[in-house]
């Protein structure tokens, strides 16, 4: 299947890490390097294992990732 678009504003991201527990998949992992507001952001490391089950976007406090194909 395609690979899909998996977005993570970093803007609206506060750093809580939600997304990175309730992926089955392990698609994200915790960057490196901090952002703007002084948070290390989640990076969509891995999307070819996403399956657009959308846990992440229903999950995410801060209405900060978009999935689409």
Known sequence: GD?????????????????????????????DKLNKKGVYPPIAENPEKCTNCQLCVLQCPDQAITVEE
């Open 3 to 31: 690979i899909m678009k998996i977005e993570i504003n970093e803007n609206y991201c506060k750093g809580c890490d939600i997304c990175i527990f309730v992926c089955p998949r392990d698609v994200f992992v915790k960057s």
